[in-house]
């Protein structure tokens, strides 16, 4: 039997797709770390790989069609009678009791039965696409709550070492009003600035107190001491390239083309209706009456031949609704394709757009510490005012602050892409989690099997190994 959860498997794509590895200390917790966690701990993972489970039973349901119905019946009566025929009062007590075994199974239904249970497979498949689907949203979340939080935690050092800077600055400024080197304008600058900073801080703070919050809800556990740098997962390198990736595994792709393949046969299910159907049948019964020796079997076999030939206009109705149901899963299957395109190329102008942008903000930053550096300097000499120093400082804050941005938009971007394109999952980032078993179920219950079969027995363990029993 194969078993519901497997280890983690290594295997090699079109697109490799590098694991997330930590820059700093061993004991930092990387983002793979988080993914790993909103994976086991997802309740929407959990409800859907349930709802998949149905959908298995629903092969099974449609199995059941095609196979012997049986049914027992027993049954025990006690009559009492008092007759008055006029020659005197006479009564009578008898006891009667019965038993009976009937059958009926389908001979022939259009092979309507046949194709109910091919459209219940191809429902299964498409449900197996939507709990991928589901797995890329729910990883895709772990990775913005994740970067969020290094956002904020980034945010709020460069807020405190802001207000350490405006700090000195202030106690440079009173030092020199002291010796009449500035003036009460310039130590009120300073003040001001301070004051300013100090706001900042306590935003800074708010914003870690509610990415922390967002980041337990997504990931299902407090965040640990997070490292910054992970690494990022390659792409193609055209956006061509990369919208014919995801129109070959995006989820939602795949999962209506499976609902489509459905609808098909629901349409053949819809016509096979109009046809007759056979069913043989088959009773035995015993009957006695225990006041006495008499008593009966009986055994019945028939055969019977139906069909409906009107239904006020329902039965062609249905063919037509059946048809149109399929028609308006075509119509979706084109938009969400174009929908999946236009992600693609959103997420990799994204990344484009933020790699471009680190990589001028790097020189932004280089050049306004450098700025920062010299007006202090200068301003020390007497060349400088303290606005010169403080709009100074400013400038670097805001670009410090916009390369924090820039890095994070960067892993968002990227990880974005790679869901786009159908890509994101536990398995392929190699994530150390047991990876749930989509067809270890199924496998189980394809067969319809009994409470006491060898299956039944199987599906028991089935069910004791995902804790559903």
């Given at each position: 039997?194969?078993?519901?959860?497997?280890?983690?498997?290594?295997?090699?794509?079109?697109?490799?797709?590098?694991?997330?590895?930590?820059?700093?200390?061993?004991?930092?917790?990387?983002?793979?770390?988080?993914?790993?966690?909103?994976?086991?701990?997802?309740?929407?993972?959990?409800?859907?790989?349930?709802?998949?489970?149905?959908?298995?039973?629903?092969?099974?349901?449609?199995?059941?069609?095609?196979?012997?119905?049986?049914?027992?019946?027993?049954?025990?009566?006690?009559?009492?009678?008092?007759?008055?025929?006029?020659?005197?009062?006479?009564?009578?007590?008898?006891?009667?009791?019965?038993?009976?075994?009937?059958?009926?199974?389908?001979?022939?239904?259009?092979?309507?039965?046949?194709?109910?249970?091919?459209?219940a497979q191809e429902t299964v498949l498409a449900s197996r696409e939507t709990l991928r689907s589901i797995e890329q949203t729910v990883l895709f979340n772990a990775v913005q709550a994740y970067m969020n939080l290094v956002r904020a935690n980034e945010f709020l050092s460069l807020a405190q070492n802001n207000r350490r800077v405006l700090e000195e600055e202030l106690r440079a400024s009173r030092d020199r009003f002291e010796v009449g080197e500035v003036t009460r304008t310039d130590v009120a600058l300073s003040e001001s600035r301070l004051a300013a900073a100090d706001s900042n801080v306590a935003i800074a703070r708010g914003d870690v107190v509610t990415a922390q919050a967002i980041f337990v809800q997504v990931v299902g556990r407090p965040a640990g001491n997070l490292a910054p740098s992970p690494n990022i997962p390659g792409r193609p390198d055209t956006i061509d390239r990369a919208q014919a990736i995801s129109i070959q595994n995006h989820p939602d792709i795949k999962s209506l083309q499976r609902q489509i393949s459905a609808a098909d046969i629901t349409v053949n299910v819809a016509r096979a209706t109009l046809l007759p159907s056979v069913r043989l049948g088959l009773e035995a019964g015993v009957s006695n009456t225990f006041d006495n020796e008499v008593y009966s079997d009986t055994v019945t076999a028939s055969v019977s031949v139906s069909q409906r030939i009107y239904q006020g206009g329902a039965l062609t109705s249905q063919v037509r609704r059946a048809i149109a149901s399929r028609d308006a899963l075509r119509g979706n299957l084109l938009t969400t394709q174009r929908a999946v395109e236009q992600e693609v190329a959103a997420a990799f102008v994204a990344l484009e757009v933020a790699r471009a942008t680190i990589s001028s903000t790097e020189e932004r930053v280089r050049a306004a510490q450098v700025a920062f550096d010299g007006i202090r300097e200068e301003a020390r000499l007497g060349s400088r005012t303290t606005l010169d120093v403080l709009t100074a400082e400013q400038e670097l804050l805001d670009a410090q602050a916009a390369l924090i941005s820039a890095q994070a938009d960067r892993y968002v971007a990227a990880y974005r892409l790679v869901a786009a394109q159908g890509l994101l999952s536990a398995e392929r980032l190699g994530l150390n989690v047991p990876l749930y078993d989509v067809s270890a179920y199924y496998n189980a219950v394809k067969n319809a099997p009994s409470l006491q079969s060898k299956q039944g027995r199987e599906l028991d363990r089935v069910l004791r190994a995902i804790g559903k029993e």
């Open positions: 039997m194969s078993k519901i959860f497997n280890r983690i498997r290594k295997s090699g794509t079109a697109m490799v797709l590098a694991c997330v590895v930590a820059q700093g200390p061993a004991s930092a917790e990387v983002l793979s770390d988080a993914m790993a966690s909103a994976y086991v701990n997802s309740g929407l993972l959990e409800q859907n790989r349930a709802l998949l489970r149905a959908a298995d039973e629903d092969v099974a349901i449609a199995l059941s069609a095609l196979r012997p119905i049986i049914d027992w019946s027993a049954s025990f009566s006690r009559n009492w009678i008092d007759r008055n025929q006029g020659f005197g009062r006479n009564s009578v007590d008898t006891s009667t009791g019965a038993i009976g075994l009937s059958g009926t199974q389908l001979l022939y239904d259009g092979g309507a039965s046949k194709l109910n249970i091919r459209a």
